[in-house]
């Protein structure tokens, strides 16, 4: 258990379905993210939450919608997805100076769209 | 760029050899981490390297910031199975946020 606790784990879904990942930390971090880890490529960074507020969206799909109702919790809703946005989507918090202090990530919840 | 390289991205090795992976880039860093992935988890923190020639020491584990600031090495010694995990190099991008390279995947054969 790493602080940052992400549901569910494992999920599968067709590409009409509606669906949401969450995501929780109660470790008094300021800033919340999304990313996306897929098969050879580099971890992506999808939005950025700081102080509840989205400070960054990196040119998601609109199939993607993120959602923080406060600094402890996050939550990215899906719909009408493509089976390539089968992924590993890892929600991560950071306090403070993130370059030094680093992220938390919660374990990950592991998507197939079929 | 911003781009990290990682080298070599695979590496299988036999429990009780060592080995270094490399982290690369042409612009220098203010600071880099390295985070270790096992399979089917998130990544974690290993260590946060701030100066040019810093050496930390993680059990094991050594990790090195280049002179320039530009490059980073991680040391393994005596590789033990539990080792085995994505190795990722991260730097800090210019919007504050984190910028990760495709990192080495080790595995460590018993």
């Known amino acids: 258990e790493t602080g940052v606790t992400q549901t569910p784990r494992h999920l599968v879904m067709g590409m009409t379905n509606k669906k949401s990942l969450k995501c929780e930390q109660h470790?008094?971090?300021?800033?919340m993210y999304w990313y996306k880890q897929s098969a050879k490529k580099p971890l992506e960074l999808m939005f950025v939450y700081n102080f509840k507020e989205q400070t960054e969206n990196n040119s998601v799909p609109s199939r993607f919608s993120p959602e923080c109702p406060n600094s402890s919790h996050l939550f990215l809703h899906l719909h009408t997805l493509q089976p390539e946005d089968s992924a590993l989507y890892l929600c991560?918090?950071?306090?403070?100076?993130?370059?030094?202090?680093?992220?938390?990530f919660g374990s990950g919840t592991r998507l197939t769209v079929v | 760029t911003q781009l990290l390289e990682q080298s070599p991205q695979f590496l299988s090795i036999q429990e009780g050899e060592n080995l270094t992976v490399y982290c690369n880039s042409s612009s220098v860093f203010s600071s880099l981490q390295w985070y270790r992935q096992e399979p089917g988890e998130g990544p974690v923190l290993l260590v946060t390297v701030v100066t040019g020639g810093e050496v930390k020491k993680l059990k094991r584990l050594t990790f090195q910031f280049g002179d320039a600031r530009k490059d980073s090495s991680l040391h393994i010694t005596a590789a033990q199975p539990g080792d085995t995990g994505l190795y990722l190099c991260v730097r800090g991008g210019s919007q504050g946020n984190l910028i990760f390279g495709k990192g080495t995947k080790l595995s460590v054969k018993p």
């Open positions: 991560a918090s950071s306090s403070r100076d993130r370059n030094h202090y680093g992220y938390t």
């Open positions: 470790l008094g971090h300021n800033a």
